[in-house]
């Protein structure tokens, strides 16, 4: 049975549901707390309920009766989306799994941890830390985020670049599939060919092929030395200019990220530091292993001609003062109003133009924009800044975001390199995938889940 596009009917198949499954919760207060992410997309009603669920079990409960009463599910894990992916309405039942956060098992031998979806991202690399391990996606969002999120997204961060993104660290995914089966996805090792690549085809998709319950994780060893590099400019452009001399000098940083001046003066602002004073742009680079030192002084090489001012240092807790300095910009941006986080990617040749596009689109549209970017793979994030009257689907701020995406487009980029499309960019989405390939996807969606109860109305 699909789900019904009568609200008043959804809105009684949702109840019977809530009404057969023991974790279920229709209270207002429990439905306003699961009803968006942190997109800044509001939803115009309240879903009917959420179901908190503890075990597979639960999960795959909810799954059958999702299936044989035609209610649409929205999964949910810790809420940090930035696309509307979460967002859920009256008629919708959130199934939410961050109350499923058990470290399952970790052998440091094989360097591979299970974990259940709740799990912050931040809390697994407190867990193996000791061992001499670490996991490699770190999202700016690392202390609040669950792996399952995560995974739905195939979320990036600032190592990705040199260690890949969520999609190179999961090994293998026990799934609930929209009809309640478990599946599993293969063997945890790290090497696999037989069928076709599952792990990669849950990743990334945004809850709507099915609820991932299990991921087994592949682990790093942490790096033996570490170099990191400050490079302050007088324009984005140039610090653009000297990410893609790194580049074409073949080094290949663990970390670089670029910051503009919007984004350094309000850090400035929240943590009493002069980086404003130094330069109008900063480029933070990282090398790590063995070799980090001498990788840094080939890196430093490459940016040297285009910085006002350079520091380098091979202090591991200097270097680990700029990665917080870096994961602070977003909420000190957040102290001056509403931060709508985008993301776009582009070749990495042409990051210098996307910026400057950027600063052309805040100054067109009139609004407040402080570009992040993660200048190793071309992935930005411009943030717009709202004022009280402002929210991120009409007016100037929605026009803002077009312009964005149409200029990543001519650049030969993308409309989101890690946050997905969920509800904020669907009318984006043909500008970048021809019919057909929008068919042939749809075609795998309605394969997972013919009745469509999954996440509806996201993605495509």
Aim: glycine letters at 10%; hydrophobic letters at 45%; proline letters at 5%.
């Amino acid at each position: 049975m699909r789900p019904s596009t009568d609200p008043r009917e959804a809105g009684q198949r949702a109840a019977t549901l809530l009404a057969r499954h023991p974790a279920s919760n229709p209270t207002e207060a429990a439905r306003r707390e699961v009803a968006t992410d942190r997109s800044g997309y509001v939803p115009a009603t309240l879903p009917s309920g959420v179901i908190h669920a503890r075990s597979s079990e639960d999960v795959q409960l909810a799954l059958r009766l999702a299936t044989e009463l035609g209610v649409a599910i929205v999964p949910r894990g810790a809420g940090t989306g930035l696309a509307g992916g979460a967002s859920a309405q009256a008629g919708e039942v959130v199934l939410d799994v961050s109350r499923m956060n058990r470290i399952v098992a970790l052998d440091p031998a094989e360097q591979t941890l299970v974990v259940e979806p709740g799990v912050l991202n931040a809390e697994i690399n407190r867990h193996v830390r000791e061992h001499g391990l670490f996991y490699a996606p770190d999202p700016a969002s690392t202390e609040i985020c669950s792996i399952g999120g995560n995974i739905a997204t195939n979320a990036g961060g600032m190592c990705c670049a040199k260690y890949g993104v969520t999609r190179e660290s999961v090994l293998a995914l026990a799934v609930v599939l929209p009809n309640g089966e478990l599946v599993r996805t293969g063997p945890s090792t790290l090497k696999k060919v037989t069928g076709y690549d599952m792990n990669a085809l849950f990743t990334g998709s945004e809850g709507t092929l099915g609820v991932v319950v299990e991921a087994t994780l592949r682990l790093r060893p942490l790096p033996a030395r570490v170099s990191a590099l400050a490079g302050y400019f007088e324009s984005v452009e140039r610090a653009a200019a000297a990410a893609a001399a790194v580049i074409a000098a073949r080094v290949q940083p663990s970390v670089m990220e670029l910051m503009d001046a919007v984004a350094l003066d309000c850090i400035d602002a929240a943590e009493g530091s002069d980086l404003a004073r130094r330069g109008s742009a900063m480029l933070l680079a990282q090398t790590d292993g063995w070799g980090a030192a001498a990788e840094m002084e080939v890196l430093a090489a490459a940016v040297r001609p285009f910085a006002a001012h350079l520091e380098v240092t091979e202090d591991a807790d200097e270097a680990d003062a700029l990665l917080s300095m870096r994961r602070g910009a977003i909420p000190a941006m957040g102290e001056r109003g509403t931060v709508a986080i985008c993301d776009v990617g582009v070749p990495r040749t042409r990051l210098a133009e996307m910026v400057t596009g950027i600063a052309a689109i805040a100054r067109d549209r009139g609004v407040t924009i402080g570009t992040l970017a993660h200048a190793s793979d071309g992935n930005l994030h411009p943030c717009i800044i709202l004022s009280d009257d402002q929210d991120i689907v009409s007016g100037a701020v929605k026009e803002a975001l077009g312009d964005m995406f149409h200029q990543a487009h001519s650049l030969g980029g993308t409309l989101t390199g890690e946050h997905g499309v969920g509800l904020l960019k669907l009318e984006w989405v043909p500008e970048e995938l021809d019919a057909e390939s929008i068919r042939l996807q749809r075609g795998i969606r309605e394969l997972f889940d013919p009745q469509g109860v999954l996440n509806p109305g996201k993605v495509f």
